[in-house]
């Protein structure tokens, strides 16, 4: 059996099989591979001795998009890319635009923003906690992470309308003012959480099945995560305590306090831990920032017509899955002459072949689950 | 729809020619506002001129001492530093970066198409440094038959993004270990997303043979 392919050279490359290996393919219609994420697998036995990613099922040439739509309209396509972390996506553009706009959302706006992003990386990570859990095999932690996630998607939903893909934001500021009660909920919501929080880790913290199908499964090393170019709680989990949030502090986390959670090992489980204690970070930022909201306007004056100055900009988040960045050139008309997306998913995806490689063909499943893609934003 | 942008002018000069530093302050439109306004003439175009500011740290003069000629240009836009190099340099100039100035991370990887320039393409590496906390922005031209070198023997990272790129823009990075297409799927035609790419026709031509039907764009 043999499995050829041309590269670009269009010299034909063939890979030979041993005796006792196979070739599987899992996806891109799989449950467990979060969307069409198709992976071959090259595997003697149960072992991994190959992997390789093929993905584009799902692209839909977004940075092209952007390049026919002014400024402003290229907004909710963002919101398409990462669609389980819309606000996130839509904080990185408009922070990117105004920036090379040279204008600054208010601290009322910038504040607002905070607390969403961060109400939105509770609801992103609880998405994976969920679907990775289940994946694994624990059928109980999905339905009390969409008990919660619900609760932030109605703020979202009382706030703008949307529930994920939500247009939250405008380049300059805010459209919306907050709601009546805005700050009562999120807090009831913060205040509520910490307990949830504990109620996931007695189901599998200490777990025994838990344990066994994550501990030592996926390691990434420090170097290898640098390396590759991985970012997000998957490097932190490798021991590198890097988040934009506290390096490159953008909208106004400079203001609040909070920890950045690192792990050594750079396996599942300590991405699990890393992602858990996070939720609880984004929890105190929420708390500190829904005390004091500035009074003020929600939008900075950038005109209608916005047709920033020539020359180029790249601004980037932490995003829940990683650093999102956004490389934008302008020619000085009201289109952006060239709009690229840093998506974290897709860079993070690259690691996979690292992780995956002498692992069983169960735990690939662990794997895919850990790196916390989404197929929006890794094929945009 | 306007889906031919080859007919998009590019700004006279190269992007980074037209660099500038700090947020820009509409001054342009101040000696606008200024002169006596003529009856029936029209505004004057509202542009923005301020001149690029060129960079000169300390790190541009250890390249330049390193690399002389291959460091073309190093200029400051919006506060992000900007280094223009020579193509061919590029993997020299790119294994130095991070061995030498700690760019440890490869954050992206991409390309700007500028049809009417003789070289058309630019290819952009962001570099963020872990040690300075630091962001650098590696820039070469390329024309569109020319192979640049591939920078993933330095970061391993660069592996899927070059891929992108030359699905993307055509672009052909030498030494690539396995350059093939990535989003897209193999038997593509063209690429996206150079300037004179022509949506219509691809679809027309897929529609026709995926469908059997003509298709209605």
Redesign the interface.
Known sequence: MSDSRTNGSSEVVTTVLGADEIILNMGPQHPSTHGVLRVKLKLDGERVVESECIIGYLHRGVEKIAEHRSYQQFAPYVDRMDYVAAVSNGLGYCEAVEKLLGAEAPPRARVVRTILTELQRIASHLLWLGTHALDIGALTPVFYCFREREEILKIFEKYCGARLTTHAFRIGGLQYETYDGFEEEVKRFCVDFAQKIDEYETLLTENRIWVGRTKGVGILSAADAIALGVTGPVLRASGVKWDLRKAQPYAAYDQYEFDIPTREAGDTYDRYLVRMEEMRQSRRICLQAIEKIPTGPIMAKVGKVLKPPPGEVYHSIEAPKGELGYYIVSDGTTQPYRVRVRPPSFINLQAFDKMARGSLVADVVAIIGTIDIVLGEVDR | ???D?SE?V??SQP??G???G????PKAAAPAAAAPPKAGAPPPP???T?APIPLDNELVQRLEAHFGEAIREATL??K?A?VLIAAEKLREIARYCRDEEKF?????L?A??WPKREKRFDL?L?LYS?AK?E?L?LKAHAGENERVPSSVEI???A???ER?C?D?FGI?FEG?P?????????EWEGH??R?N?D?LKQDTAWVRENLGIESGQ
């Open positions: 729809m306007a889906n942008p998009k590019p700004p992007p980074e037209k660099a500038e700090a947020p820009v302050s509202k542009v923005v301020a836009d919006r992000q900007i440890d991370m490869l954050v992206d991409t700007v198409d952009i962001i872990f906390n962001r922005r970061w391993p990272a592996n899927w993004l992108e030359y993307m052909v690539h396995n350059l093939r297409r990535i989003l897209l799927p193999d996206p997303l300037k790419y949506i």
